[in-house]
């Protein structure tokens, strides 16, 4: 199960936290993201101490990555450190693809929208490799997760 909630500290996304048990931290390259991400590593480090429950973090996953600036190398860098910092793994980078503003304006799922665009091709190895590591810590195979056609 998937809960996707808003990147901010708030009682929805602590509700989701607690009950989902893993997080998935999306990171864009910029430095205020990158704080993000160090803040919900240190909210679930609370939350686990506080109320005894077991929120880990599942991976690092760069969104929005343009090879193109030098800010993206240091940003990718940056995550390279916490991810070996903090022992999470980082999931493949997802590029910026114009593709997914536009599916947004049109009101349509990206797979619909262009199953054949640069994003999805990242999504789906960034996917692919978040259920491996999420089979490998729980050691039972998922049931019902099924690939979506590209």
Do not use: W
Not at 41 to 66: C, K
Request: glycine share 2%.
């Amino acid at each position: 199960m998937l809960i996707d909630v808003a990147p901010s500290i708030t009682l929805m996304q602590t509700c989701a936290m607690v009950y989902a048990q893993r997080v998935l931290i999306p990171v864009s390259m910029d430095t205020l993201s990158l704080q993000g991400a160090g803040a919900c590593l240190e909210t679930a480090r609370m939350m686990n101490e506080l109320f005894r429950v077991n929120v880990q973090p599942a991976a690092l996953l760069p969104v929005m990555v343009d090879r193109r600036f030098q800010h993206t190398a240091v940003m990718l860098k940056s995550l390279e450190d916490l991810s070996a910092k903090f022992h999470i793994p980082l999931l493949p980078a997802i590029r910026t693809d114009v593709t997914i503003s536009k599916c947004g304006r049109a009101r349509q799922f990206l797979a619909d929208y262009d199953p054949k665009c640069k994003a999805i091709e990242d999504y789906e190895a960034a996917g692919a490799q978040l259920l491996d590591l999420l089979y490998e810590r729980s050691q039972t195979k998922p049931e019902s997760v099924q690939a979506v056609p590209a």
